[in-house]
């Protein structure tokens, strides 16, 4: 299937690894000219080389961290460059977690970063780009979230609120911005082999004295896939939810978590 992504502009954010990296990816496969984002240069040359190395078109790098004002600052200003209402077709916001732990075990300075980090990066990239998808009649708006927005975990209060905070948003956005050729989703990844997961296990093994491998299998076995998602899964999704084929879509939140949800919408 040709989704039509050719030629069009997508900025993937914190893409390094994991998600993002996987969804950059699969955009540049699909023929777009993707923008990949992260605070670590490194990390971002070396997805850089990976990327050209399997779709023989290597991505431009954009290195800011969207934990900071001053790189939120610095990815809206390049975006908005060259064109004041912005060049990017497609944006996928995405973010690393904040971290994890229960209601009590955070200060008022750590939710008002993990604000910074979840919403308000991804409220003034949609703003930085939104003007140019209206005037050009097309755009993708695409915001990473998780499936603990539907369905809370305990030890993820920052996540849960502030990514329930920005499908909120989307929908408004959606709902809004529908009648310019613009769909906004989000998709809701679940237990997903990558480094974050990873994190997570280790924090949740400390707190059990458990291993964090221990911690990993039984995640794994709480899905009735009877596995943990592959990154490829969700990007795949990402790439349909960005196409031309998915241009009814808008306002949904897509769950790629193998079946845990256990409600029906």
């Known amino acids: ?24 990816m699969a955009l540049a496969a699909e023929g777009a000219d993707v923008i990949i984002n992260s605070r670590d ?58 971290p994890s732990g229960r209601f009590m075990h955070f200060s008022h300075q750590q939710w008002k970063d993990a604000a910074q980090l ?10 930085a780009v939104i003007e ?3 005037s050009r009649g ?17 030890d993820l209060v920052l996540s849960n609120s502030y990514r329930s905070a920005v499908t909120a948003f989307c929908k408004t956005v959606s709902n809004t911005h529908a009648s310019s050729g613009i769909t906004a989703n989000c998709v809701c990844p679940g237990y997903t082999a990558t480094e974050r997961l990873q994190s997570l296990a280790q924090s949740r ?30 990007a795949a999704t990402v790439a349909f939810l960005a196409s031309e084929q998915a241009g009814y879509i808008s306002g949904s939140s897509i769950r790629v978590d193998g079946g845990i949800a256990k409600f029906l919408l």
């Not at 308000?120 to 703003?127: D, E, M, N, Q, W």
């Not at 400390?206 to 899964?233: C, D, F």
Request: aromatic share 4%; net charge neutral; hydrophobic share 40%.
């Open 205 to 234: 093994a400390e707190q059990s004295g458990t291993e964090p491998e221990q911690v990993m299998a039984s995640m794994a076995e709480n899905v009735p896939a009877g596995r943990l998602g592959k990154p490829e899964e969700l």
């Open 138 to 154: 097309w755009g993708r708006l695409i915001y990473v979230t998780s499936v603990s927005v539907p369905q809370p975990l305990d």
């Open 132 to 134: 140019g998808m209206a």
């Open 41 to 98: 240069k490194k990390r971002l040359d070396a997805a850089a080389d990976k990327i050209e190395k399997a779709t023989g078109s290597r991505p431009e790098c954009l290195v800011a961290d969207l934990a900071t004002d001053k790189g939120i600052s610095h990815v809206t200003q390049e975006v908005r460059k060259d064109m004041p209402g912005g060049f990017i077709d497609i944006l996928v916001a995405n973010t690393g977690g904040p």
């Open 1 to 24: 299937m040709d989704l039509g992504l050719r030629g069009k502009k997508a900025l993937v954010c914190g893409s390094s690894a994991g998600l993002g990296f996987s969804t950059a």
């Open 118 to 127: 979840l919403l308000y990066s991804a409220v003034r990239l949609t703003k």
